[in-house]
């Protein structure tokens, strides 16, 4: 399992190597998302448990702390106007990922997930408020029926979910930027362990997944709306 940390904030790996780029509002922090936490203090609670949490007010570095093999779900909250701004490096400072966020801009309240290498790390962040982050790396041996429908107003790692063949999903953005959902192995390998199942979706969108076994959903926007049959 992953050790303990120390004091950061971000989510791990958007890379070429960990899924598809981050690209549902672009690369430009005018564009990204504007979720506001339900709770604009400093003590805004992350929505669930994590083996390693951080919190802190503008740019630090973390302590060192572990991370196994596979799947790792990041949390993170924002509370500050501005560019906030994650890389994943290794204790000697060199990146081991790119930006985590990719120049995420004003409050954010949201979860991402990645396929990382085991080992030691720790996270450089440029935040220009309070913030506060969890990881967790989950390896569930079964999971729940998949819903007939999933809606949600931020980016959401749900699951794990028992998929068990094919799936016709019809996916609707409610909002502007665009629409993204991702299917992650929890045992997955960097680059290997993940299938994206919507991709860059701006109105509303019809595609088919087909995939058998337990894992986690993905799912990056800001207003959507997914049914599956």
């Known amino acids: 399992g992953a050790g303990s940390l120390a004091t950061v904030s971000g989510c791990l790996g958007d890379d070429d190597d960990d899924g598809p780029a981050d690209t549902e509002n672009g690369d430009d922090p005018d564009d990204a998302p504007d979720d506001a936490p339900d709770d604009n203090s400093e003590n805004a609670n992350l ?16 302590d060192t702390f572990d991370l196994s093999p596979g799947l790792t779900i990041c949390e993170a909250i924002f509370e500050g106007q501005g560019n906030h701004d994650i890389e994943l490096l290794d204790p000697g400072g060199n990146v081991i990922n790119p930006r985590i966020f990719l120049n995420r801009a004003n409050e954010y309240a949201g979860e991402k997930a990645s396929l990382q290498d085991g080992g030691t790390y720790v996270l450089d962040i440029s935040a220009q408020g309070d ?8 390896r569930p041996q079964t999971g729940d029926d998949v ?3 999933i809606n949600g107003t931020s980016d959401q790692v749900l699951g794990p979910y028992l998929f068990s063949g094919s799936y016709e999903i019809e996916a609707v953005n409610n909002t502007d930027g665009f629409l993204q959902a991702m299917v992650w192995e929890p045992e997955g390998e960097p680059g290997f362990g993940f299938e994206t199942v919507v991709q860059n979706v701006e109105t509303s969108d019809e595609t088919l997944l087909n ?5 986690f959903l993905e799912v990056r926007g800001r207003d959507w709306t997914l049914v599956f049959s």
């Not at 913030?131 to 989950?138: H, S, T």
């Open 47 to 62: 929505r669930r448990d994590h083996e390693v949490e951080f919190s802190g007010s503008g740019g630090t570095v973390t």
């Open 131 to 138: 913030w506060r982050v969890g990881l967790v790396q989950p």
């Open 147 to 149: 819903p007939n429908e």
């Open 211 to 215: 995939f058998e076994g337990v894992a």
